[in-house]
């Protein structure tokens, strides 16, 4: 059975932002800024990226439980077992999902992968593909129960899909409450909750497709306030690389200063916001350096990028993905080696273009070497079509010129806050 629905659904999600993106500028309100859609969507092709590496050993539990320990076998002799199949298949993975998803917002180690999908201060379609390159390392067991009722890999892989394609729509500020259907579907308006940072709303609202699991287990928030987005230490960076691991990172330093061994064990396993006993009052330099309040809760990070370097990121940022693109259509065609060669090539634009758009010169120096290392490329290796050589060549011989004339800029920092006055302003 193919099960490539994300893939193929890519397209329709461009589909859907770019219409977002014309309701956003016809309406007047700032829905998108460019570098931020930039880090989210490099984030969702590092996620899929990654899947390409990890998702074959994270399944082969599930197949071997399947295989060995399951207790029905579900059939689809008539429309009313493949119903019921489909049912059970569909409630019990929505389910499994939600104590996943609310286990990630309570336990570090998988706050540590799903932060990255809550670390951007918008809210749009884009923010929908903001995923994670290592979170389905760690949350595989919580479906484990499906192999041991008896649902299929195949069948298992395809309603995970499904639920994360409809998740993909309730990202937006454009749809208002949806009148009955908020009792117990999830809505753009309860979604709007679980990304809000406002004390209220942490920590709710954690359902798939539906909101019924947050009613019953004590989860649930209604929408009565304006959600502020983001999290409570602020990411503030571009780099897709550093909002993958920023929080694996925080989690390391606190081992590190740690006096005790059972500090140095639960901390993994401690919510968002725990210390260790001896680092009670510390604080990272994020966090030191933006103090919220009630009057600071809705301000954003963002920085004064000068715009050739902004349409240069974009311009990097839509050659990487569309050869993950290619690769993802391809890969059973293409060798692993070629696969992680694509792959690692595209991390390292990615890494780049976000730190490009903060004026870092670490970024400046790797692009340099990256474009030099892209423009001798087609001496080594065969490229096809015949023209894509002399391509690469020019691409990357423009690319160093627009490098080199601004070879001044890196370093300074261009790192501001748009205060909530000023966003409202903007969008009028």
């Known amino acids: ?11 329709v999600f461009f589909l859907l932002i770019g219409i977002e993106l014309l309701y956003s500028i016809l309406s007047k309100k700032r829905l998108y800024r460019l570098h931020d859609s930039i880090s989210d969507l490099s984030t969702g092709v590092g996620n899929q990226i990654a899947g390409l590496f990890f998702k074959g050993f994270t399944i082969l539990a599930y197949i ?11 059939g689809f002799e008539t ?18 999902y939600y104590w996943m998803h609310r286990m990630s917002h309570e336990w570090n180690l998988l706050w540590a992968g799903h932060v990255v999908h809550h670390s951007s201060e918008e809210y749009n379609l884009t923010v929908a593909l903001r995923q994670p390159a290592f979170h389905g390392l760690f949350t595989w067991v919580f479906y484990l129960p499906l192999a041991v009722v008896g649902f299929d890999p195949a069948f298992f892989i395809v309603h995970g899909q499904i639920n994360l394609i409809y998740q993909f729509w309730i990202h937006t500020r454009a749809v208002p ?23 209220r709303y942490i920590d709710k609202n954690h359902g798939g497709t539906l ?16 959600p502020a987005y983001g999290i409570v230490k602020p990411l503030r960076s571009w780099n897709p690389v550093w909002a993958n691991i920023h929080h694996f990172a925080d989690l390391f330093h606190f081992c590190w200063h740690a006096k005790s061994w059972k ?4 901390v993994w396993f401690r919510p968002p916001g725990w210390r260790p006993d001896n680092m009670k009052d510390y604080k990272f330099p994020a966090e030191a350096a933006v103090e919220t309040s009630e009057e600071t809760l809705y301000d954003r990070f963002d920085t004064r990028t000068p715009p050739i370097i902004s349409y240069y990121g974009l311009i990097w940022f839509i050659f990487a993905t569309a050869a993950t693109f290619i690769v993802l259509l391809s890969i059973k065609n293409l060798s692993m080696t070629f696969v992680a060669a694509v792959s690692a090539l595209v991390v390292w634009t990615l890494m780049n273009v976000g730190g490009m ?16 290392a892209i423009g001798v490329l087609p001496f080594f290796v065969t490229l096809t079509p015949s023209w894509l050589p002399f391509a690469v060549v020019i691409v990357s011989l423009l690319s160093l010129i627009v490098i080199f004339m601004h070879r001044r800029a890196p370093g300074t920092d261009i790192t501001v806050t748009l205060t909530h006055q000023e966003l409202q302003k903007s969008a009028m």
């Open 211 to 226: 909101i019924i699991w947050d009613r019953l287990f004590g989860t649930f928030q209604e929408e009565d306030e304006e």
């Open 263 to 266: 500090d140095r064990f639960q």
């Open 64 to 74: 071997y439980l399947y295989e060995n320990v399951r207790l029905f076998d579900f």
């Open 79 to 96: 429309p009313l077992h493949a119903g019921i199949a489909w049912v059970s298949a569909f409630l019990l993975y929505d389910f499994c």
């Open 357 to 372: 758009m903060e004026l870092k010169k670490w970024a400046y120096y790797s692009e340099v070497i990256r474009l030099i």
């Open 177 to 199: 409450k949806m009148g009955f259907l908020e009792w117990f579907l999830n809505t753009p308006s309860h979604h709007r909750v679980h990304h809000g940072r406002n004390p």
């Open 1 to 11: 059975m193919e099960t490539k629905l994300i893939t193929y659904a890519i397209p």
